[in-house]
C-alpha cells in the first residue's frame, strides 16, 4: 500500500506532472516516524507562576527520553515573528493567536509542542484548542496563587504593576480566567519541580502519546 | 560534561530555583538527535515554475532516507498564520517575513525547512537569509521561462493576469527579481523531476547538512 496519499514515487514523474500537488507527506507519518504522537501542551498561568521553568523542565525530559519537541515563548515569539505587536488587547489576541497557528504548523509537523504563556483569556485559549483535533491540546493550568507569584516577582514586574509603572498586568489589574476543564493542573507553590514534570509525563503516557520503549 | 546549557538535571532542582530560564535545549542537540543540520530550502520562482512540486519531492526523498521536514508553501500558511493577510504590496512583505520568522523557529527546532513562495523581490529573500546562521539559508531558483510557466498555467492564473482579472501577478505586470546569487538554480523545463531532486540532495551531501549512513 502506497501509505503516501495521493503520490507516485518521485522517480517516475516527468515534468507534465506540474500540478501533482497531493505529494504531501502524511502527518501520520511524520508522527510514526518520531514515535510520538504530536501535540500542544499549553501552560498557561500568572506571570511567577513557574509556566517556563516547568515547561523547560518537561522539555527536558522528553529529550532525554528521545521525544522531538519545541518550546514556544515569549523569549523566541515576541522578538521575531511577533515582534510588530504591543501589548494593547487587540495585539495581545493576535500574538496568542500567531502562537497558536505556529504550534498547529509543528503539530503538522510531527512535533510535541510546549508553549507557555499567561494567556488569561479563556476565548483565545479556545481558539487554539480549535486549531488542532480533540486530544491533541493539552491544557495545563499552572495554578500558584498569586500571593506566591507576587512573592517571588522573578522579574520585579509586580512591584512595577503595584506602584503603576506598569499597567493592565494580569492579577493586578487585568483578568486571569482560568480554565474550566484544564487536562491538568499544577501548582508549583506545592511539591518538586521533579513531581510536577512526572504529572506531565504521567498524562502524556497514559493518553499514549509516547511511543518508545523505556 | 553537562552540554545542555546552564541547567542542571531536573531532579535535583527544588521550587527555590523559580528562576531557572537557562534551561533550554542547545539548538545543537536537537539537530544531533536529528543526525541532519537544519536549514532552510526557500524555492522562488514564477508561478508555475514548478516550486510546490519540487519541494514536495525533494521532502518526500528526504523522508525516505529518515530525515525531519516540513514544508511551508501558500495552502498551509495563507489559510492559518496569515489569513489576516492580503496581496497587497505591504502584506506581501508581511507575509514573507512571517513565513521566515516560521522557518527560523523550525530551524531552530532542528527541522530541514522547504518553503515554497514565489517570493518575487530580493530584499524579502535576504531578510529571510538573515535570520539564520550563514549557510542555513539555501536559496533555490526556479528559474523556469516565462513562457514555460505561461504554457503550463495549472491553475489558470496567467490567463486570468492577461485578461486583466487578476492585477498585479508576478511575471506579468509586477516585476520578478531574480537572485543575484542563489545557492542552486532549477530550470524545469528542462530534465526530469528525478533529476531536479538529485541536484538538491546532493548539494546538501556536499554541505555535510545530511548525516545517516545511507
Known sequence: MNRIGMMR??????????????????REL????KL???????????????????????ELALFQDGYHSYLLDGDNVRH????????????????????????????DAGLIVLAAFIS?????????????KPGEFIEI????????????D????????????????????????PPESAELIVDTSQGSLEQHVGTVLDYLHAQGMLKRQS
Chains 1, 2 share one sequence.
Not at 13 to 23: F, K
Not at 44 to 55: F, H, Q, R
Not at 120 to 132: G, I, K, Q, T
Not at 141 to 152: A, D, N
Open 154 to 177: 522573578p522579574k520585579g514586574l509586580y512591584q512595577k504593576a503595584r506602584s503603576g509603572l506598569i499597567k493592565n498586568f494580569t492579577g493586578i489589574d487585568s483578568d486571569y480566567e
Open 36 to 58: 510520538q504522537e504530536p501535540c500542544i501542551l499549553w501552560f498557561t498561568g500568572l506571570s511567577g507562576a513557574g509556566k517556563s521553568t516547568l515547561a523547560n523542565a518537561v
Open 80 to 107: 521575531g515573528l511577533n515582534k510588530d505587536l504591543s501589548f494593547t488587547d487587540k495585539d495581545r489576541i493576535e500574538n496568542i493567536r500567531r502562537v497558536g497557528e505556529v504550534a498547529a504548523l509543528m503539530v
Open 120 to 132: 488569561p483569556f479563556r476565548s483565545d485559549r479556545h481558539m487554539v484548542r480549535s486549531l488542532v
Open 30 to 33: 511524520r508522527a510514526e516516524q
Open 141 to 152: 493550568h499552572v495554578s500558584t496563587p498569586l500571593t506566591t507569584c507576587e512573592q517571588r
Open 9 to 26: 514515487p518521485y522517480d517516475t514523474m516527468s515534468n507534465e506532472n506540474i500540478v501533482w500537488h497531493d505529494a504531501k507527506i502524511a
